[in-house]
């Protein structure tokens, strides 16, 4: 079975950082291109970033590029979303999902990032 | 970048009736859109990819269809599982977008 397990979600002050995690077991990791979406409180759903299989292609949405960085180690079968200099708009929801070519397929339980003073 | 539009923002209908979701592209993207359900405090679900491929494991009562600019979608037999927020997404050009989202209830 497919599973995605995300942590490292935490209250945060404004202008701090966080290093999101997402375990992946139950497929072959390095053969997928993997997601961070996000879903504010109250708001729909953000896509945040995408990583190709080997890491040599990332993508990230407009909002956080430059503050957030995807990565991902295939040997430990694991995704990051390193966050830094949060501000009170990045308070989320925060979804890891495996990404074939026409949609996000298999999604973790998500982790929770409030930034608040 | 490609912004997608939901109609209707909120629908409430009875067990049994047949419910339509439009989405609609601005700009054409051919058939990378897909469709998932989203309930309270849970993750979101793929039910359609491709436009119109049901996934594996989602009810046949789900179906899409569209290509290009609009696509559609339908559950043929509101169920009260069915209850949760309904979300298109393209993946035709980055940044990939989702639509507004669509919130389903039962009357």
């Known amino acids: 079975e497919v599973q995605l397990v995300e942590s490292g979600g935490d209250l945060v002050q404004p202008g701090g950082s966080l290093r999101l995690s997402c375990a992946v077991s139950?497929?072959?990791?390095?053969?997928?291109?993997m997601s961070w979406v996000r879903r504010a409180p109250g708001k729909g759903l953000e896509w945040v970033a995408d990583?190709?299989?080997?890491?040599?292609?990332?993508f990230h949405v407009d909002s956080v590029r430059g503050r957030f960085t995807i990565s991902r180690d295939n040997a430990k079968n694991s995704l990051f979303l390193q966050m830094s200099s949060l501000r009170a708009e990045d308070t989320a929801v925060y979804y890891c999902?495996?990404?074939?070519?026409?949609?996000?397929?298999?999604w973790g339980q998500g982790t929770t990032v409030t930034v608040s003073s | 970048d490609i912004q997608l539009t939901q109609s209707p923002s909120f629908l409430s209908a009875s067990v049994g009736v047949r419910v339509t979701i439009t989405c609609r592209a601005s700009?054409?993207?051919?058939?990378?859109l897909a469709w998932y359900q989203q309930k309270p405090g849970k993750a979101p679900k793929v039910l359609i990819y491709?436009?119109?491929t049901l996934q594996s494991g989602v009810p046949s009562r789900f179906s899409g269809s569209g290509s290009g600019t609009e696509f559609t979608l339908v559950i043929s037999s509101l169920q009260p599982e069915d209850i949760a927020t309904y979300y298109c997404?393209?993946?035709?050009?980055?940044?990939?977008?989702f639509g507004p989202g669509t919130k389903v209830d039962i009357k």
């Open positions: 491709a436009a119109s």
């Open positions: 139950g497929f072959t990791f390095s053969s997928s291109w």
């Open positions: 999902a495996t990404k074939s070519r026409y949609a996000m397929d298999v």
């Open positions: 990583i190709k299989q080997d890491g040599s292609d990332k």
């Open positions: 997404q393209q993946l035709s050009s980055y940044p990939i977008t």
């Open positions: 700009q054409g993207i051919s058939n990378y």
